[in-house]
């Protein structure tokens, strides 16, 4: 069964350091991965997604990702934290042919002046 | 602009009522959506379809009944059925590609009185 892992329910980072929300997954074939942010109240916004090529995949807002096939990892990064990056961060895993996304839990990113 | 628009942003439900949510989008995709948001648990899989007339139920589809009868259109109800209804309710959109992202709506909150 597919599946996917954020191990920290809430990372708080300072506003200037680098921060790092972690995602694992579980999938059978070649694994499509993709990262959402939700605002309160809002809808999810896509960030980035790995399908295949290069291991760090670049986004929207600065935010990157490095694939690690061997440790079936998917970490979001960026180098400099924002206090308006703070949000609940979400990893998710395609399924298949259909089209559906399997989620993680969420992280919520705190980010503090 | 292209989107998804979900209506009413705020719903409440009486006893024995069903509602219905509902999810429009003017991106010409023909995967549809819907998600269940409930705090800490990330987003589960009520219905989707993926083309005109055609629907399946997702990991939590009772009490939930949903029809495609517009490529762009998705509307959800939640019966009376659903003893459980309080949640973000979440319609998402795609191309059948399976490397695209899923393009979501703003949500529907849903309450009981």
């Known amino acids: 069964a597919q599946s996917v892992a954020q191990p920290e329910d809430q990372v708080n980072v300072a506003e200037g350091n680098p921060l790092t929300v972690k995602c694992t997954y579980s999938v059978s074939g070649n694994p499509y991965l993709f990262w959402y942010v939700q605002y309160p109240n809002r809808g999810l916004q896509f960030l980035l997604k790995y399908i295949t090529g290069d291991n760090l995949v670049k986004g929207s807002y600065g935010f990157e990702a490095e694939f690690n096939k061997s440790q079936t990892s998917f970490h979001l990064k960026k180098p400099s934290a924002l206090v308006s990056d703070s949000a609940l961060y979400f990893c998710a895993v395609r399924g298949g042919n259909t089209g559906k996304l399997i989620f993680g839990q969420g992280t919520t990113l705190q980010v503090k002046p | 602009d292209g989107g998804i628009t979900q209506s009413p942003k705020y719903l409440f439900r009486k006893e024995g009522q069903n509602v219905t949510l509902s999810c429009e989008q003017n991106l010409n995709h023909d995967a549809m959506y819907w998600y269940r948001q409930d705090p800490g648990q990330g987003l589960r899989l009520i219905y989707y379809s993926q083309i005109v007339n055609d629907f399946q139920k997702g990991d939590i589809a009772e009490g939930y009944s949903v029809s495609r009868e517009k490529k762009e259109s998705f509307p959800l109800t939640v019966t009376s059925a659903q003893k459980n209804p309080t949640a973000f309710y979440l319609c998402?959109?795609?191309?059948?590609?399976?490397?695209?992202?899923?393009?979501f709506g703003d949500g529907t909150r849903l309450s009981i009185l």
């Open positions: 998402a959109s795609t191309r059948p590609n399976v490397r695209q992202p899923q393009h």
